[in-house]
């Protein structure tokens, strides 16, 4: 673990620094005027391990991030910066310079058995894209929802909003609270208190639910909620001093372990 750690340490300064040297040619970025980044290309199928972002059509409102669609919140240096990390750290071997961007109602994310979405408070779903989400939950599949919070600056509530469309996909589930002691914070490293994470902009502590199969918390988890919080952003912003190094290195962490507990249940 403790040799894991100094890696993750020195591969967030050397994104860091390579970031830095590319941003000093496109003109120094913020968090208010990002700039533009051309999409990863998109990864064929072979197996490895290949991070999938969902898209949906996002609810009233959800353009107000320099105009982007909320689905495409921190595309596409998070995922880049994470799967740096991640296969240096592990023998995962996932794709690296390429991504998936899928549809929730397209039948191609029943190729991938973890998925990620943020800005869940903006999430709208046809009847047609519930039934798909449900049976590619049932079958196997593992969801990250990360980055949305109640948002009484544009009058937004993200968790009903979220909970209302989960209640159509998974009739009866309970969003159950994940400690520290749970497996999916022990997947990779040990994180025993992933409550101390603080986001960068919200300054608040973060709340971690999971939907699990019977409601129980002892069997698999399907869904893993971070709600308000943003882990995604710390991966995104660890090239500038937005971000504290030590808290970016607990980022990734999480997004490691994370993604392993999803690929190994």
């Not at 049932?138 to 209640?167: C, H, L, P, T």
């Not at 022990?186 to 639910?209: K, R």
């Not at 918390?217 to 660890?238: A, C, G, H």
Request: net charge negative.
């Amino acid at each position: 673990m403790l040799r894991a750690a100094v890696v993750v340490a020195v591969l967030a300064a050397a994104v860091a620094v390579g970031s830095s040297q590319v941003n000093a040619q496109r003109g120094q970025r913020n968090f208010n005027q990002p700039v533009y980044t051309p999409p990863l290309p998109d990864a064929k199928y072979d197996g490895r391990y290949t991070f999938v972002r969902l898209t949906y059509n996002g609810g009233p409102g959800n353009l107000y991030y320099n105009g982007m669609p909320s689905w495409a919140h921190g595309y596409a240096h998070a995922e880049a910066n994470l799967l740096q990390i991640l296969n240096a750290v592990s023998d995962i071997n996932p794709h690296l310079t390429e991504s998936k961007i899928i549809s929730i109602g397209d039948p191609e994310l029943f190729r991938y058995p973890v998925a990620y979405m943020v800005e869940a408070g903006y999430l709208t779903m046809t009847n047609d894209e519930t039934a798909a989400i449900r049976n590619y939950l049932q079958k196997g599949g593992f969801i990250i929802i990360d980055d949305f919070r109640e948002d009484s600056r544009r009058y937004q509530s993200g968790w009903s909003n979220f909970a209302g469309v989960m209640e159509r996909v998974w009739p009866g589930g309970k969003f159950l609270p994940v400690p520290g002691t749970h497996p999916i914070f022990h997947s990779f490293y040990d994180i025993d208190h992933p409550e101390q994470f603080i986001t960068a902009y919200d300054q608040v502590v973060p709340e971690y639910y999971g939907l699990f199969e019977n409601n129980d918390p002892t069997k698999r988890m399907l869904m893993m909620v971070n709600f308000m919080n943003d882990i995604s952003q710390y991966w995104e912003f660890s090239q500038n001093n937005i971000n504290a190094m030590q808290n970016a290195n607990e980022a990734y962490k999480l997004g490691v372990n994370f993604i392993v507990y999803g690929i190994t249940h």
